[in-house]
């Protein structure tokens, strides 16, 4: 007699895993949306940035007011494998983040920097890449 068990298991494993997959790369290009979002307010890039913590002067604070004087970051934590957006209070933007990378012209910290943020998240092997010309 055969038996089913074998390959309906597999069907859901599989199914499962889908639906992971497809969850996490939501939340990756609702990360990636959220971060071009706050580059293209920036005004100018903190010289104190790293290829891990991209820390940015914006135009207006997150309630649209005024030109703020405090850096905000976008830092991935190593420790934590998460990416986190600062504008006086950490929010976490993603985890499960295996490797994160901010690459920019850093002898330029005006507003003709290109920015390109690069992350990979664990259980996918595709990075997770935008270039943000600013504005």
Known sequence: ???LA???SNFVS?????????ELEQK??????RIEKEMNLERSIDSASTA???KFFPTADSSGRTTSTTAYSIRYDSTLKKIIFNDGTDFVLL???SSFTVTYDAASH???TKITVSFTCFEYSQPFTTTIALR
């Open 1 to 3: 007699m055969i038996s």
């Open 6 to 8: 074998k390959p309906f």
């Open 14 to 22: 599989g199914f499962i895993f889908a639906q992971d997959v497809s």
């Open 28 to 33: 990756s290009l609702l990360a990636l949306s």
């Open 52 to 54: 891990a913590n991209l």
């Open 95 to 97: 985890d499960n983040v």
């Open 110 to 112: 005006d507003l003709s």
